[in-house]
């Protein structure tokens, strides 16, 4: 069955260090690729997408992602954190079959020491 | 800007009684969702709506659960009976088909807590 991991539940950082969320997938066929964030109290919102072209794509606030389609992955950075980046993120994986389901990771809980 | 509405943010029951949920999408979206997450994992997909049409709900528990959206515009969740493991937040979201993002536009949810 299709499913999209992110193996780091809880990542603490103080601010300015550089962050790096893991998201791997499983679907061989295309895909198109997002990250969401939430931040406390507030709804889910679009970060960034991927749907086809150059494999580095920036989002909003400073965060890119990196699309390896040989990995099956779509890692999310940032050079540098701020305190206001403390949220969750997840990942999400759009499959391109007659479907069209978006399928979540599990998400990535991240505090930004000050 | 435009949001998804979602009602009640916050709903308290006990096990057994019938709850429910209501969504009202962006104007214009025709494709809308709702979503499960439970604590500590990601948003499950239980149906799609396109227009008044279900289009996805193989994910959904049918002998408990139902989704209605009968003018293709606002959409209702009911849960009758609830049980403890339905304790989750029920999230909505919407998207206009025509948009070839495909962002899904997401309400603020609501919290069902089943005593």
């Known amino acids: 069955a299709q499913s999209v991991s992110q193996h780091n539940h809880h990542v603490i950082l103080s601010e300015a260090a550089s962050l790096e969320l893991g998201c791997n997938y499983s679907y061989g066929g295309t895909v198109n690729l997002f990250w969401y964030v939430q931040y406390p109290g507030q709804h889910l919102q679009l970060l960034l997408k991927y749907f086809s072209g150059d494999p580095l794509v920036k989002g909003i606030k400073g965060f890119e992602a990196e699309f390896i389609k040989s990995k099956f992955s779509f890692n999310l950075r940032k050079p540098s954190v701020q305190w206001s980046d403390t949220a969750e993120y997840f990942c999400a994986v759009r499959l391109m079959d007659s479907s069209y389901k978006l399928i979540f990771g599990s998400g990535t809980r991240l505090l930004v020491r000050p | 800007e435009a949001e998804v509405a979602q009602s009640p943010r916050y709903k308290i029951t006990e096990k057994s009684q019938a709850v429910a949920f209501w969504c009202d999408p962006i104007s214009g979206h025709a494709t809308l969702y709702w979503y499960r997450q439970i604590l500590g994992q990601g948003p499950e997909l239980l149906v799609q709506f396109q227009d008044e049409s279900v289009v996805d709900d193989s994910q959904l528990p049918k002998d408990r659960f139902s989704a209605e959206r009968l003018k293709g515009v606002d959409s209702t969740l009911k849960i009758q009976p609830a049980e403890l493991g339905d304790s989750a937040m029920y999230l909505c979201?919407?998207?206009?088909?025509?948009?070839?993002?495909?962002?899904?536009?997401f309400g603020e949810g609501s919290r069902l807590t089943v005593l």
């Open positions: 979201a919407s998207r206009d088909r025509r948009d070839s993002t495909g962002e899904l536009f």
